[in-house]
Nanobody, 120 residues
Framework: QVQLVESGGGSVPAGGSRRLSCLAS????????MAWFRQQAPEKERERVVSIDNDGSIFSVVDSVKGRFTASRDLAKNTIYLQMNTLQPEDTAMYFC????????????WGHGTQVTISS
């Protein structure tokens, strides 16, 4: 089963940019539907931010990040990315990479997450 490791989190000033990476091992990302989620507080649910289907189609899910966040992938590096621009304090969250079989609807493979903190 594929394993996912996120990196790239840290503290960013408001208005800044950051790129997160999710390195997959044990399976090719082209065989999975993948997504970036975020969890803004432990008591809040994780929300799906953007999806990348196995054919490379990208879907932004959260209205507040449309036009600011974009996802991409590098098949040679077996890595997906989340480019975040014009970051705002409300983007502070733990960001997770997730994968699922494209024949199912539930993301069942998760990384450990990477924390992004936006300072105002």
């Amino acid at each position: 089963q594929v394993q996912l490791v996120e990196s790239g989190g840290g503290s960013v000033p408001a208005g800044g940019s950051r790129r997160l990476s999710c390195l997959a091992s044990g399976g090719a990302i082209s065989n999975y539907c993948m997504a970036w989620f975020r969890q803004q507080a432990p008591e809040k649910e994780r929300e799906r931010v953007v999806s990348i289907d196995n054919d490379g189609s990208i879907f932004s899910v959260v209205d507040s990040v449309k036009g600011r966040f974009t996802a991409s992938r590098d098949l040679a590096k077996n890595t997906i990315y989340l480019q975040m621009n014009t970051l705002q304090p409300e983007d502070t969250a733990m960001y997770f990479c997730a994968a699922r079989s494209c024949f199912t609807s539930t993301y069942n493979i998760w990384g450990h997450g990477t924390q992004v903190t936006i300072s105002s």
